[in-house]
Nanobody, 120 residues
């Protein structure tokens, strides 16, 4: 029943920007911590950013800190990832995920991902 649908990916030049969205349904979005992950070609999935249910706390991976900003609009049941100053190394499939309300750090629900390609 829970669905997470990412959108906003695409092809951009280095230094460009993209804003990813994750539309959530089937869960009490405002009660759930959310996160972004990514998987680059040939690499394992890696953490990108995390945000608590009420936006009271955010955390970003060192590799994206200062360039990416995670946010959410609970009224719209939507998670966002603003990506600025994009680098080729940011090329990956980006996934949103919902943290289990029962077990912290266990991301129970995942979207299908959206491709971000940074290339000149």
């Amino acid at each position: 029943q829970v669905q997470l649908v990412e959108s906003g990916g695409g092809l951009v030049q280095p230094g460009g920007s993209l804003r990813l969205s994750c539309a959530a349904s089937g869960l009490s979005f405002s009660s759930v911590n959310m996160a972004w992950f990514r998987r680059a070609p040939g690499k394992e999935r890696e953490f990108v950013a995390h945000i608590t249910s009420n936006s009271g706390y955010t955390n970003h991976a060192d590799s994206v800190k200062g360039r990416f900003t995670v946010s959410r609009d609970n009224a719209k049941n939507t998670l966002y990832l603003q990506m600025n100053s994009l680098k080729p190394e940011d090329t990956a499939v980006y996934y949103c995920a919902a943290e289990s309300i029962y077990v912290k750090s266990n991301y129970r629900y995942w979207g299908q991902g959206t491709q971000v390609t940074v290339s000149s």
